[in-house]
């Protein structure tokens, strides 16, 4: 069904930047880049999708029971997203908060086109109908130039308006803190938008500048038609490599600092902050729980606990689950059992996401879902949809959403300021 052809790079990061580049083409394109931040679980640098021959793309209802069909059927490569509201398909929830996006619910395609860069190789996977363009493409792309992000003067000033003014936020957490006090949840992951209304960006040179400040494990790019997706993604939601799980939430958060000394100490307070850790922990045993609904009897385990690491913008404390299941099992039931992920929702997750639907003043749309792919094996890798611009050009629409997760020992305060240093390198690279 796929031919393939290898050739060898030899400056890679100038070949991807040719390649995202060359990218802007297509209407359809999912763009995966781990800005070289390789580990046990990584299966290649970066990966580009173009040109669906098929695709598919609905709202919440039957949702997973299409992409289960649709996954089965081309038992191919496929590329997409999952939005956050696809909860509504899993549980008897509902979102009817404001939605200046309008994106669907899910949408995947079977790209003609798959180009994956592992070291300094790279592979050309092409449907047998466009395999004659292997080479030529490879040839276009190797000798294009990419303009400098420098010589960009970037999108015209942004007027970034507030779902949710300060103090209003500070009225919300309060009511999510009473909930806690109450009982109904022990933390909940609370949201704010940020957005911008008649503003015409342009979505490659700025997904360039926020990938370039940021340089995340988990970037992606993603074009559907008029609407787009910029991520400077910190956060792994689920990997499935043969009969492994790999889950790798995020909860704790510190900025940067420029001085050394003072950088090491903020890093080192985060280690030990009890509240953070104790955040990190319960999403720990929440993801271990849905983990446990498919794997193997005594298989789920804590890799890693609480363990931080430096991003050029902010620390961040990861945990790494793992887990081993029966090859038998279809791999789209796997994420639907463990989705919207637990970093973004809370625990317990169902009554943590009718509170914060309750409480948040926008639909958060792709915003907290996933975008990745999977392989016609059944594996598959999704990133979790933070730090990342939203736009739908024909609306002139720009939307991006940040938010902190609420425990009992949470500060108004100190949740909103934690909201700003996350929101840092989206607002930069819109007001400059």
């Known amino acids: 069904m796929r031919k393939k052809a290898t050739y060898t790079i030899r400056d890679v990061a100038a070949f991807k930047e040719a390649l995202l580049d060359w990218a802007g083409r297509f209407t359809e394109v999912v763009w995966l880049d781990s800005n070289q931040h390789q580990d046990q679980y990584s299966s290649f640098e970066a990966v580009l999708a173009v040109d669906s021959l098929t695709s598919i793309r609905t709202d919440t209802h039957n949702a997973f029971d299409a992409l289960r069909a649709y996954q089965k059927t081309t038992q191919d490569w496929i590329f997409g997203y999952l939005s956050y509201d696809l909860k509504n398909d899993i549980e008897a929830l509902s979102s009817d908060n404001a939605d200046g996006l309008n994106f669907p619910e899910l949408y995947f395609f079977q790209p003609k086109k798959l180009i994956r860069i592992k070291g300094n190789k790279v592979d050309f996977l092409y449907l ?22 420098e010589s960009d003067n970037g999108p015209e000033a942004a007027k970034i308006k507030l779902r949710i003014f300060k103090d209003e ?48 494990p988990f970037a992606a790019f ?35 600092a420029k001085d050394k000394e003072e950088d090491e100490r903020l890093k080192k307070a985060l280690e030990t902050d009890t509240k953070e850790r104790a955040e990190n922990i319960m999403i720990v045993d929440l993801v271990r729980n849905d983990l446990s609904k498919n794997a193997n009897k005594g298989s789920v385990r804590v890799a890693e606990l609480c363990k931080v690491y430096s991003f050029p913008q902010v620390h961040q404390m990861i945990s790494t689950i793992t887990a081993e299941v029966s090859q038998a099992i279809d791999p789209v039931q796997l994420i639907r059992e463990s989705f919207p992920m637990g970093s973004m929702t809370g625990a317990p997750k169902v009554s943590a996401m009718k509170i914060i639907e309750a409480l948040e003043a926008s639909k958060r749309s792709l915003y907290s879902g996933a975008v990745g792919y999977f392989t016609p094996e059944g594996d598959f890798d999704f990133n979790v949809v933070i730090r990342s611009i939203l736009y739908n050009a024909t609306r002139k629409y720009v939307s991006y959403s940040v938010g902190s997760a609420i425990t009992a020992k949470a500060a108004p305060d100190r949740e909103y300021e934690e909201c700003l240093i996350k929101a840092k390198a989206m607002r930069e690279v819109l007001e400059r």
């Open 222 to 256: 993603m074009r559907l038609d008029d609407k787009y997706l910029l991520s400077a993604s910190p956060e792994r939601y689920l990997k499935k490599m043969g009969d492994t799980l790999i889950s790798q939430p995020i909860k704790g958060t510190a900025r940067r």
């Open 169 to 216: 936020y500070f009225k919300r957490v309060s009511r999510l803190l009473h909930h806690i006090h109450r009982g109904d949840v022990y933390e909940a992951n609370f949201c704010q938008e940020f957005y911008v209304e008649a503003l015409e960006i342009k979505p490659y040179a700025t997904y360039r500048r926020l990938n370039a400040i940021s340089r995340p």
């Open 128 to 149: 047998n109908g466009v395999a004659e363009d292997m080479e030529t493409d490879f040839s276009e792309i190797s000798e294009l130039k990419v303009a400098d992000m």
